[in-house]
Nanobody
Framework: QVQLVESGGGSVQAGGSLRLSCAAS????????MGWFRQTPGKEREFVAA????????DYADSVKGRFTISRDNAKNTVYLQMNSLQPEDTAVYYC????????????????????WGQGTQVTVSS
């Protein structure tokens, strides 16, 4: 069973940047499609970004397009989320998620598409 550990969260002022990392314990990390989600108190967990096994396909929530970039390094078993031009509405707990898949190119955007989750990392953006 793969374990996911996020890091890189913190507090930043509006307009600033953060880079989240998610390290996977699984040696066959390249067999997993990966995603980032976020959640605020009282709200459902929402999709942020996803990347295919190969890294060749990505997808983003409309609210983060042009500001966030998801990437992965299969040699390091790590997926990243570069977050630029952060806004107070980006404040949330960010979760890394993984899904084993036979598809090299497909990305998934639904919470229920993912089998494995990290513990989350807090991102706070002040105005």
């Amino acid at each position: 069973q793969v374990q996911l550990v996020e890091s890189g969260g913190g507090s930043v002022q509006a307009g600033g940047s953060l880079r989240l990392s998610c390290a996977a314990s699984e040696r066959t990390f390249s067999n997993y499609g990966m995603g980032w989600f976020r959640q605020t108190p009282g709200k459902e967990r929402e999709f942020v970004a996803a990347i295919s096994r190969s890294g060749g396909s990505t997808d983003y929530a409309d609210s983060v397009k042009g500001r966030f970039t998801i990437s992965r390094d299969n040699a390091k078993n790590t997926v990243y989320l570069q977050m630029n031009s952060l806004q107070p509405e980006d404040t949330a707990v960010y979760y890394c998620a993984g899904r084993p898949t036979l598809s090299v190119r497909r990305v998934a955007v639904g919470v229920n598409d993912y089998s494995f989750w990290g513990q989350g990392t807090q991102v706070t953006v002040s105005s």
